[in-house]
């Protein structure tokens, strides 16, 4: 993606919110679903599909590799698959914006097909670490290049006789998991990815729709993912469910600012995604769920949210891969309750799209909230009510930065403006809309 011109946008208090919010399709889900698509034989239907940026910097890299990706209307989309193995070598450089889940796993889903592939991204992408991909695809025979320090641009030739691995990924990361299963989708024999920590599973899932043989254990090492490799993938109708990371700022919004009280359907019940919500409810907020149901293969639940009165709390460690993107919005929660709030194992924050620890650290503060750091901790002094705010905040080209701050605001003494409003297309075209729509006061 390229960026244009930065657009500031500043939030203020105003009246409560009101409303059902319509949350887009979960970025996860789309992403794989259209990588696996591509992989599959047939046509893949998809409804619901998120259309982010990132995701479509993904739709146009599957066209790169030779499927057939076309749109029918809002959200609904068709790949004509290669099959596994199939993909054809691109002929030019694949530039995935701002997306790490694009560009990692679509650097393990052509690591073990003979074919030379260049990956590139915008500023934010151009930083984040590759090494953790890079590793575990060169042991299927991959050869790489990158930039000093494992850094895009990344040029990877294909395995041409891959062998299957075995792999215990250095950190909780979905996205290392999913590359090195990718990968193994095109080598002979059992390619096994052991995980310490549990992280999202939409990857496990979706494989096995697509008709893959992967089976999971819990052992006392971890998760143990066994993936058959050379399967012939089925095309399968995806219905995309509506992503629980992007609801998170809708039900924020909610329990910080007096009077709301929303609506927001189809919300993810997924253990490997729900680290949020169990601690908004640990914090006292006001949820309550409704008809639980299967969508897209996911469990999911409608949720209605109301202003709440909250206390800090202590998230563990090891809850910490469930709610991964979620603590930038955590942390503005977290200013508004009484108490303390202590984020623990947060260490990956420093390398998503920026150093979430850090811009939410001085975000917060420059709006009047005290906040301490580790190296893998975070802890918000909360104020117990609504202060500060009137300070400018810089987001890095970072989507969850720029959603909290906007949040923040919200519920803040006065305005607080961001710096840049361009990168919340990556992930949510529509925030300010419904935003908006729900009665918040964003220009
Ligand atoms: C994702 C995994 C997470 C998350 C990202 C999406 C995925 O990254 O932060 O937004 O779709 O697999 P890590 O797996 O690197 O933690």
């Given at each position: 993606m390229s960026h244009g011109p930065a657009t500031p946008m500043s939030s203020r208090p105003g009246n409560p919110l009101r409303g059902a919010a319509a949350i887009p399709g979960d970025k996860s889900i789309s992403h794989r679903a259209l990588i696996l698509g591509a992989l599959a034989v047939g046509r893949t239907h998809i409804t619901g599909l998120l259309e982010g940026q990132d995701v479509l910097d993904t739709a146009k890299a599957m066209q790169a590799f030779g499927a057939?990706?076309?749109?029918?209307?809002?959200?609904?989309?068709?790949?004509?698959?290669?099959?596994?193995?199939?993909?054809?070598?691109?002929?030019?450089?694949?530039?995935?914006?701002?997306?790490?889940?694009?560009?990692?796993?679509?650097?393990?889903?052509?690591?073990?097909?003979?074919?030379?592939?260049?990956?590139?991204?915008?500023?934010?992408?151009?930083?984040?670490?590759?090494?953790?991909?890079?590793?575990?695809?060169?042991?299927?025979?991959?050869?790489?290049?990158?930039?000093?320090?494992?850094?895009?641009?990344?040029?990877?030739?294909?395995?041409?006789?891959?062998?299957?691995?075995?792999?215990?990924?250095?950190?909780?990361?979905?996205?290392?998991?999913?590359?090195?299963?990718?990968?193994?989708?095109?080598?002979?024999?059992?390619?096994?990815?052991?995980?310490?920590?549990?992280?999202?599973?939409?990857?496990?899932?979706?494989?096995?729709?697509?008709?893959?043989?992967?089976?999971?254990?819990?052992?006392?090492?971890?998760?143990?993912?066994?993936?058959?490799?050379?399967?012939?993938?089925?095309?399968?109708?995806?219905?995309?469910?509506?992503?629980?990371?992007?609801?998170?700022?809708?039900?924020?919004?909610?329990?910080i600012v007096p009077g709301s009280e929303i609506r927001v359907d189809g919300i993810s019940r997924n253990p490997t995604r729900d680290g949020l919500y169990v601690t908004l409810a640990e914090m006292g907020a006001d949820l309550t769920w409704e008809n639980d149901r299967e969508e897209g293969g996911e469990p999911v639940a409608d949720l209605i949210v109301r202003h709440s009165t909250l206390t800090g709390v202590s998230v563990p460690a090891e809850r910490a891969a469930s709610m991964i993107d979620e603590f930038p919005i955590l942390?503005?929660?977290?200013?508004?309750?009484?108490?303390?709030?202590?984020?623990?194992?947060?260490?990956?924050?420093?390398?998503?799209?920026?150093?979430?620890?850090?811009?939410?650290?001085?975000?917060?503060?420059?709006n009047g909230v005290d906040v301490s750091e580790t190296p893998d901790s975070m802890t918000v002094h909360g104020t117990g009510g609504i202060q500060g705010g009137?300070?400018?905040?810089?987001?890095?080209?970072?989507?969850?930065?720029?959603?909290?701050?906007?949040?923040?605001?919200?519920?803040?003494?006065?305005?607080?403006?961001?710096?840049?409003?361009?990168?919340?297309?990556?992930?949510?075209p529509d925030f300010v809309a419904l935003m908006t729509g729900l009665g918040a006061d964003l220009s």
């Open positions: 057939t990706v076309e749109r029918l209307g809002p959200g609904e989309w068709t790949v004509d698959g290669v099959g596994v193995g199939g993909f054809a070598e691109p002929a030019g450089v694949i530039d995935c914006g701002n997306s790490g889940t694009g560009v990692r796993l679509i650097m393990g889903a052509m690591a073990t097909t003979p074919i030379t592939a260049t990956f590139t991204g915008d500023a934010s992408l151009s930083k984040r670490p590759m090494g953790r991909i890079t590793d575990p695809i060169s042991l299927f025979g991959a050869e790489i290049t990158a930039r000093e320090g494992g850094l895009l641009p990344v040029t990877i030739k294909g395995a041409e006789d891959a062998v299957p691995v075995t792999y215990r990924t250095p950190v909780a990361s979905a996205q290392i998991k999913s590359a090195v299963l990718l990968a193994g989708l095109n080598a002979p024999g059992q390619t096994v990815v052991i995980e310490a920590e549990p992280t999202r599973d939409h990857s496990e899932r979706m494989l096995a729709g697509f008709g893959a043989t992967i089976t999971t254990e819990n052992t006392q090492e971890g998760r143990v993912i066994t993936l058959t490799g050379q399967p012939e993938l089925k095309a399968q109708q995806v219905a995309v469910p509506r992503d629980p990371s992007s609801a998170a700022f809708p039900v924020a919004a909610a329990l942390s503005v929660v977290a200013a508004m309750a009484t108490g303390d709030t202590v984020m623990n194992g947060v260490a990956e924050l420093r390398v998503k799209e920026s150093d979430r620890i850090d811009a939410m650290a001085k975000g917060l503060r420059a009137g300070a400018a905040v810089e987001t890095h080209l970072d989507h969850r930065i720029a959603m909290s701050f906007l949040i923040a605001g919200l519920a803040a003494e006065s305005a607080v403006t961001i710096d840049d409003a361009s990168a919340i297309a990556t992930s949510f």
